[in-house]
């Protein structure tokens, strides 16, 4: 196998103080393969790429690349050998140009018109185009990504790491990096393709390695399963389809007319005239590439940014001058992307992050003082309710892996038993099993009543969960859609803002 394999795995280990990361995992990966890693949030994924990249040394185990022996102790080092790496989040420096960026993610990067001409080049043979003189600022997550990927293509790698590459692009981004990505295994290059939309490992990669707990656990190849057969792989067992039944929608709990806010940044978007009404039990899906105004439009919401009077209805009552917690009180509560700084806070344990947002609608205040006692028996039901792999309340946040810790942020607010909930990126980073059970949970909430507002990226679950559909692009909102019947090419569409083909299209389809 050596012989043939461009990276050959034996034995690979490593623990850190009370967890086996990864355990005795081996696998190979062929010059050409596009070869899925998959499992469930915690299961070792990360931890192995690391260690492939040099970012983490194993315990134990070798690796092989292309027959000789490989041990990097850096990503400089793997960089040398013939190792790239596209990470989730992105590593850019938005006052800078294309080309700068490019030029600080090399070792000895050539003259600036030299590098600029060679973008030019690569970018162009892989279908990617980017101008080098651009300010990273000014570009789409999309063009950001293939900032990363071009500063990759120019190592010419021999085998290349993806890490959730698709969990900013539009189903048609997704087509051009999938073409890229073809292009690349034609010409040898091997891929590590992780993701947890098991559709796009089904479509993209030849062979897939499973991880459970810190172990290989089977392999296959992904187009000879279904999706749910991959999920039920990777948890080692089935778990419940989303149920939608149940529910009717009532009077309208939140209005927003005509909302517009500056920028919150230098490279933010504004928000524009944005308008949309969400009646009891209804769950509203906001869809978007990521930085047209998401972050903005939660935070206008949840009331850590004032808006103009009349902007804001909450239950009949103008709240556009109330803040967090006042709104918090009426019934609105929210959890954002961030999971770590925003949601939570990385050095508190999970009981002291109950009290960030608990304390207003649980009884976690007795005659002015914390009662810990109380807030341990919040964190732990959140825990109990929400599955949530911890060794327990006292553990800090920044402790979990990036999954159990938004199953802990979405069921802190769940439970509180909001009237209106909104929510940015719910299952963002979560394995299939667990992002069934936060839909589920959302779906529940709507059950009884509640308004909930879902803003993901991910186009699969707004169209398994949310009764009405709305894009958001360059801070404008599009006006709704019933999710039944819009096709992945309408949606393209008003992610890409044309919300007025959408309208052609919709009145094409009722004829």
């Known amino acids: 196998m050596t012989g043939t394999m461009l990276l050959d795995i034996v034995g690979l280990r490593k623990a850190y103080p009370g967890v086996v990361a990864n355990d005795d995992v081996g696998f190979a990966v062929a010059p050409g393969e596009v070869h899925a890693l998959l499992g469930e949030n915690g299961a070792g994924k990360s931890t192995l790429v690391k260690m492939i990249y040099g970012l983490v040394k194993p315990d134990a185990g070798t690796m092989r690349l292309m027959g000789q022996p490989y041990e990097p102790a850096e990503p400089r080092a793997a960089r040398a050998a013939g190792v790239a790496m596209v990470f989730q989040h992105f590593s850019l420096f938005e006052a800078l140009s294309v080309?700068?960026?490019?030029?600080?993610?090399m070792?000895?990067?050539?003259?600036?018109?030299?590098?600029?001409?060679?973008?030019?080049?690569?970018?162009?043979?892989?279908?990617?185009?980017?101008?080098?003189a651009r300010t990273v600022g000014d570009l789409s997550a999309g063009e950001r990504q293939r900032v990363e990927i071009i500063r990759c293509l120019l190592q010419d790698p021999k085998l290349l790491i993806m890490d959730e590459p698709t969990s900013v692009l539009t189903?048609?981004?997704?087509?051009?990096?999938?073409?890229?990505?073809?292009?690349l295994a034609a010409e040898g290059t091997a891929i590590l393709y992780i993701s947890h939309k098991l559709e796009e490992i089904r479509a993209l990669c030849d062979s897939a390695t499973i991880l459970r707990g810190g172990?290989?656990?089977?392999?296959?190849?992904?187009?000879?399963?279904?999706?749910?057969?991959?999920?039920?792989?990777?948890?080692?067992?089935?778990?419940?389809?989303?149920?939608?039944?149940?529910?009717?929608?009532?009077?309208?709990?939140?209005?927003?007319?005509?909302?517009?806010?500056?920028?919150?940044?230098?490279?933010g978007p504004a928000l524009r005239e944005v308008s949309l009404t969400l009646r009891a039990g209804e769950v509203l899906g906001i869809g978007g590439v990521a930085g047209n105004g998401q972050e903005e439009l939660l935070a206008t919401l949840a009331g850590e940014r004032p808006s103009a009077p009349g902007t804001v209805i909450?239950?009949?009552?103008?709240?556009?001058?109330?803040?967090?917690?006042?709104?918090?009180?009426?019934?609105?509560?929210?959890?954002?992307?961030?999971?770590?700084?925003?949601?939570?806070?990385?050095?508190?344990?999970l009981t002291e992050n109950t009290l960030l947002t608990g304390t207003i609608r649980r009884p976690l205040i007795r005659q002015g003082f914390i009662d810990m006692g109380a807030a341990k028996s919040f964190a732990e039901e959140i825990i109990t309710a929400f599955d949530v792999r911890t060794p327990g309340a006292h553990v800090a946040a920044r402790a979990l892996s990036g999954g159990n810790l938004q199953k802990y942020v979405i069921g802190r607010e769940v439970l509180q038993a909001p009237d209106v909930l909104i929510v940015n990126q719910p299952t963002w980073g979560v394995d299939a099993a667990a992002a069934a059970a936060i839909r589920q949970a959302l779906l529940d909430l709507a059950a009884k009543g509640a308004g909930v507002i879902v803003i993901s990226q991910d186009l699969d679950e707004l169209m398994e969960i949310a009764d009405n559909f709305c894009a958001l692009y360059e801070g404008r909102l599009s006006a709704p859609r019933p999710t039944e019947g819009l096709t992945l090419e309408e949606i393209g569409l008003m992610l890409g803002g044309a919300h007025g083909m959408t309208d052609v299209l919709a009145k094409e389809a009722a004829r």
Do not use: W
């Open 171 to 183: 189903p048609q981004e997704v087509e051009i990096l999938f073409h890229t990505l073809r292009k």
């Open 314 to 349: 909450l239950k009949g009552a103008e709240v556009a001058h109330l803040g967090p917690n006042e709104r918090r009180a009426m019934g609105l509560l929210s959890a954002p992307e961030e999971r770590l700084g925003h949601a939570a806070v990385p050095a508190m344990s």
């Open 107 to 132: 070792e000895s990067p050539p003259p600036m018109r030299d590098l600029a001409r060679r973008i030019r080049e690569i970018s162009t043979t892989y279908g990617l185009p980017l101008d080098p």
């Open 215 to 267: 172990k290989v656990v089977g392999s296959c190849i992904p187009r000879e399963k279904t999706a749910r057969e991959l999920a039920e792989m990777m948890v080692g067992g089935e778990f419940a389809a989303t149920d939608r039944a149940g529910r009717s929608l009532g009077a309208p709990v939140l209005e927003v007319r005509a909302l517009s806010l500056a920028p919150m940044s230098q490279f």
């Open 99 to 105: 080309a700068e960026n490019v030029a600080l993610g």
